[in-house]
């Protein structure tokens, strides 16, 4: 690809906003607000749920607890996602359907096998009932918003994120329930045995599960291949992993051993495999600038500057200087140089989108990018 000197054409001047550009990724935004709107209302459901279950004082206190686990889980999160940042909007659309929707399609089911007289039987349910539906449920989100914004979730660090994320919505509403349920049934001593598990010991353990349907999912459309494929075959080792999870406290004796033999190196296997798809992402995004750096796109430092850690935090710190509206600039032109690496990579491997418009989508977003990075370059110069 050629294109002008590093300067480019005249910027705006610096008191002029310079627009944001309407890239594929932000055409997903509309779609993301119908379902923060839809899956809120669920949620009142499911808190109305909670509330008639446990009443306002234990619910309350439930909730209360389950943010100390759920900040956890959203800063990792946050440290997976730095390189290429996810909206917002989609986002919070996926913890919302992970906390709302995931658990109303889980207590649905669960009401309607109690009424056609299904599994009445504890470990049944637990190593059987609740890995296969709570899985779909949280699946089903992964798949929407696959086909919904697809430039959203086009790789495995995407779909781990997204997967995380659904997981996190979900393990907060079922840890407001289970430690309602502690504080009601065994006082102050059963909540804080309970949240010692679920909130101290096993935070990650819903995003473990379904960090396997996500990573299958951006595997797959990295690939070239459906999301549905990548869900199913991903699916196969999230529910596994669920089921060895809730069945071993029925089976286990020695509960804590379990866990420090089986769980951590699980655990540890995960953060593994999640570094390893940073430093790749890392990669395509150095591989996929160095190309505009080739023919004059970039300067060397301006490279450094935009791929490696050290030199976004001196290039926030240096603009931070200059006020906030500086920041700012720089923040949109560290987003738009990343959303530009990994539009090119959709481009240069065949998946510039869905239908016989994708490529042309693809291709736009290319150029918005170009033009909004010169112009954002302009005005930090000016």
């Not at 075959?233 to 069945?247: D, F, S």
């Amino acid at each position: 690809m050629t294109g002008p000197s590093p300067a480019g054409p005249a910027g705006p001047q610096p008191h002029l906003r310079v627009p944001e550009p309407r890239t594929s990724r932000s055409r997903g935004v509309g779609l993301a607000a119908v379902g923060i709107v839809l899956a809120s209302l669920v949620g009142l459901g499911v808190a109305a749920y909670l509330v008639s279950a446990l009443g306002t004082g234990a619910a309350a206190a439930g909730a209360v607890l389950a943010l100390v686990p759920l900040a956890a889980v959203l800063w990792a999160v946050r440290w997976i996602d730095r390189w290429e940042p996810e909206p917002r909007g989609a986002l919070w659309f996926a913890f919302l359907w992970g906390a709302t929707v995931s658990v109303a399609l889980a207590l649905i089911v669960d009401l309607a096998l109690g009424v056609l007289g299904g599994i009445d039987d504890d470990v049944a349910g637990a190593v059987v009932q609740a890995p296969i539906v709570e899985e779909l449920a949280k699946a089903a989100g992964l798949l929407l918003l696959a086909a919904a914004a697809r430039a959203h979730l086009d790789g495995p660090v995407d779909g781990l994120v997204y997967a995380a994320t659904i997981a996190a919505g979900f393990a907060f509403t079922e840890n407001v329930l289970y430690f309602g349920v502690a504080l009601l049934e065994d006082g102050p001593d059963g909540l804080g045995a309970v949240f010692f598990v679920r909130g101290v010991m096993s935070p990650f353990a819903h995003v473990m599960f379904t960090a396997c349907t996500g990573i299958g999912i951006g595997l797959a459309v990295a690939r070239g291949r459906s999301a549905l494929f990548g869900a199913l075959v991903g699916l196969v080792p999230a529910i596994g992993l669920h089921a060895l999870w809730n069945g071993a406290l029925f089976v286990v004796d020695d509960f804590f051993g379990y866990y420090l033999l089986v769980q951590v190196p699980l655990f540890v296997f995960a953060i593994v495999v999640t570094v390893w798809l940073r430093q790749l992402e890392r990669r395509v995004l150095r591989r996929r600038l160095a190309e505009y750096a080739a023919v004059g796109w970039f300067s060397a430092g301006e490279l450094e500057m935009f791929t490696t850690p050290e030199g976004r935090r001196r290039a926030r710190v240096n603009a931070a200087a200059r006020g906030a509206a500086a920041r700012r600039t720089m923040d949109a032109l560290i987003r738009d140089t990343t959303h530009l690496a990994f539009t090119r990579e959709r481009i240069a491997t065949g998946r510039a989108g869905i239908g016989r418009d994708g490529a042309a989508h693809a291709a736009a977003d290319e150029r918005e990018l170009l033009a909004s990075i010169v112009a954002r370059r302009a005005a930090l110069l000016a």
